[in-house]
């Protein structure tokens, strides 16, 4: 319940979307009792359009005189094998109607101990006509010929929207905080990029990512639809019903909002899990309503576990390069430093190779401050603002090196150039902390890009007020204000490497310094 609450982030946290009571009207659900008959306790209001029977006559029927004999012998069957737990068993099987007989896709799955039957007309419209052992194939022999993790995800993208047809296919990566990012786009021409977006973790709130995780193919098929409610709303035992592996479950209002606001008529999503850890999803969207039948929304089901573990390998092939790559950069500097010359010298040096001075760090500026001078690279704070900072720096220096990404929560100083300087590492490259470099990054909220309809704040539901889409970007802006992307593990390797070179030019300094007073 939203009424009255504040507007902050975790509204959207608390939204019990797992028991809407409602589904979505391409298809119909009926609960069946654990009993021996099987007795139909709750179905969707729409049965009657589906199956020619009305609710009230439904109610109270064993399962049997609905789907038939057959159909229930084989439902009791696959429920009763092995590792059937968390997953849904799919039939496709044609049940006798008042007006003759009709073709059905039946999904079911156990939810509190009661059978969830939900059944879906297959559509002859626009359903992709495919070969599913070609575009299996075809999905691995590409994929496989990918050497990078934004190859692979490239590929996947575009394979996903010839296979299934949608409008924008995009692979979309969280971040340690669950914040999204699109690494991969196909998209028809009319519709706008979203290629290098980034989106904050409100937008899949954590109950929705723990129902993804479980159910790994999530679809939307017409975002204007009317829910359709089932009845009676509560299961025998007077609790809700638990629709948390349901293909119709109704959607959140509030993500229907955003995807509205988005332009966006039709979704589908098939979770990228590694590890039992949700790490992407492949996120279709549509301009007008689409169907895909259960059988293609297998599939990619399946493709979806592929392409997860097919990409962790080239993840980790991309760190090890990446490594590598950090690795010679590193070497470059270390030359550089190792025989700096005069600060003429060592200025014409840097600039030269200043891509990678900054390229080391992932860094958009850098100072670097030798014998008297201070010597600037790209994006920096202005010199007074650097020598002052400098001295701050190495006072909380330990081991001749710090580093932060919220510069201006220690130094408050810093709130006055966050876009040059939010982050901040440091490196002393003499005892005394005379000579040092800085390498500096901007707030994050400087580097993203950002798409989507700011308006609307606050929409009105009924009685109370609810959060909508846009607001969680302001929120979300306010959390990463003055806040720089994290330096990562590689980067401060690379520091600690830099480091062991610049102080045994330090200790050969001190050396040369003895030998001449001897
Ligand atoms: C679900 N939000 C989702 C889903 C996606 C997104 C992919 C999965 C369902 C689907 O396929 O549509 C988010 N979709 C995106 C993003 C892009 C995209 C970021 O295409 C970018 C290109 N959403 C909000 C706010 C709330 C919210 C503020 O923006 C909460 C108040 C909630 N999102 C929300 C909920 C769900 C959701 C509750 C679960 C929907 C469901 O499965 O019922």
């Known amino acids: 319940d939203f009424t009255d609450e504040p507007i902050d982030l975790t509204n959207c946290e608390k939204e019990p979307i797992h028991i809407p009571g409602m589904i979505q009207p391409h298809g119909a659900l009926l609960v069946a009792a654990n009993d021996d008959a099987r007795t139909v306790v709750q179905c969707s209001r729409n049965v009657d359009l589906l199956l020619g029977t009305p609710a009230e006559s439904l109610l109270g029927q064993p399962l049997s005189a609905v789907i038939g004999e057959r159909a229930l012998a084989f439902v009791e069957e696959s429920l009763v094998r092995p590792a059937a737990g968390d997953k849904q068993h799919f039939l496709e099987m044609t049940i006798d109607l008042p007006d003759g007989s009709a073709e059905f896709f ?68 969280f971040d340690a905080d669950w914040n999204g ?10 519709m706008e990029p979203f290629l290098g977006h980034h989106y904050p973790a409100s937008d899949i709130p954590k109950q929705a ?22 009845v009676p709303t509560l299961q025998p035992s007077g609790k809700p019903l638990n629709l948390s592996l349901s293909v119709l479950r109704s959607v959140s209002p509030i993500h229907i909002e955003y995807m509205k606001n988005m332009g966006v008529g039709a979704t589908m999503t098939i979770s990228l899990i590694h590890g039992g850890e949700l790490w992407g999803m492949i996120a279709c969207h549509h301009e007008s309503p689409k169907y895909v039948p259960h059988r293609q929304r297998n599939l990619c089901n399946f493709l979806g576990s592929f392409f997860s573990s097919e990409l962790h390998q080239r993840q980790k092939l991309d760190d090890y390069q990446g490594e590598l790559h950090l690795k010679s950069l590193a070497q470059r500097l270390a030359r550089v430093f190792g025989a700096p010359g005069t600060p003429d010298q060592l200025k014409d040096k840097l600039t030269a190779d200043e891509d990678a001075l900054l390229s080391v760090m992932n860094a958009s500026g850098a100072a670097v401050q030798y014998k008297g001078r201070l010597l600037l690279f790209g ?22 090196a710090y580093h932060t990404n919220r510069l201006s929560s220690v130094y408050p100083q810093a709130a006055e150039y966050p876009d040059k300087a ?89 050396r040369l310094a003895e030998e001449k007073s001897i």
């Open 106 to 173: 039946a999904i079911f799955h156990v939810s509190d101990e009661l059978l969830v039957v939900e059944l879906e007309r297959p559509t002859n419209d626009d359903a992709p006509v495919v070969d599913d052992f070609e575009w299996v194939q075809a999905f691995f022999t590409r994929i496989k010929r990918t050497h990078s993790r934004a190859g692979a995800s490239q590929v996947a993208a575009e394979l996903v929207k010839d296979i299934l047809g949608y409008d924008r296919v995009m692979v979309y990566e």
């Open 181 to 190: 990012k699109v690494i991969a786009e196909a998209k028809n021409s009319t």
């Open 209 to 230: 990512r723990a129902l993804y995780v479980r159910n790994w193919v999530r679809t939307i098929v017409d975002m204007d639809y009317e829910p359709v409610p089932v």
């Open 379 to 400: 994006s920096t704070p202005g010199a007074a603002q650097i020598v002052k900072l400098a001295v701050w720096l190495s006072q909380q220096a330990e081991d001749y």
């Open 422 to 510: 939010a982050g901040v590492i440091f490196l002393s490259l003499s005892s005394d902390y005379r000579d040092h470099i800085l390498w500096f990054r901007p707030e994050v909220v400087q580097t993203v890009t950002w798409a989507g309809d700011p308006a609307k704040a606050v929409v009105r539901v009924g009685e109370g007020y609810r959060i909508s889409p846009r607001k969680s970007f302001e929120a979300w802006q306010e959390v990463v204000t003055n806040t720089s992307l994290p330096w990562e593990s590689k980067e401060l390797h690379t520091l600690s490497d830099l480091k062991s070179i610049a102080l045994k030019q330090t200790e050969e300094d001190l």
